[in-house]
């Protein structure tokens, strides 16, 4: 079994791109601690136009992750080709799930959350390269702990103003 320390990242590949490429941004930059350990690094789909193909890499990918972050766009709820499937497979994994709202909003926004999110366990932040950070190096214990107790299970939570507040936003 191969070690699992990579953060599986799907997001709208048509349209929120940018925000993908600014996390790695962050990652190269001297003037933040933003860091994690990208899953997308490891292979890439030889037949790019095998919906197959992507997936069996896609699972690779997520099989040597250790959390799941899924950035929510205008459009992410609609795309059931490849985010669903991404989002079902982490599920299958038990891989703790980030949503985070590229929009700024700290909360879930119904608006745009994916309905196969309903009912299932995770966290919600805002677009930030700290609370992300923070989401990051925390929300994979309380996930587990969360995952024990029955009574929280199924739940989307969001980080108290406080921790906002530590961090500086």
């Known amino acids: ?26 990652k190269q930059s001297d003037t933040t601690d933003f860091n994690f350990y990208d899953a997308h690094d490891l292979n890439t789909a030889r037949d790019s136009s095998q919906t197959d193909s992507i997936k069996r890499k896609l699972a690779e990918r997520m099989a040597n992750s250790k959390i799941f972050v899924l950035l929510i766009g205008e459009k992410t709820k609609y795309l059931t080709r490849f985010v669903k499937w991404e989002v079902e497979h982490a599920l299958y994994l038990n891989l703790p799930i980030i949503v985070v709202n590229i929009n700024g909003k700290r909360d879930e926004d119904s608006d745009r959350m994916p309905p196969w999110l309903n009912e299932q366990l995770c966290i919600t932040c805002s677009f930030n390269a700290k609370i992300l950070q923070y989401s990051l190096e925390h929300w994979e214990s309380y996930h587990y702990q969360y995952k024990k107790d029955r009574e929280k299970d199924g739940k989307h939570y969001s980080w108290k103003s406080g921790v906002y507040e530590d961090l500086g936003l």
């Open 1 to 26: 079994m191969a070690y699992k320390n990579k953060t599986y990242v799907a997001f709208d590949g048509d349209n929120d791109m940018r925000y993908y490429n600014l996390m790695k941004a962050w």
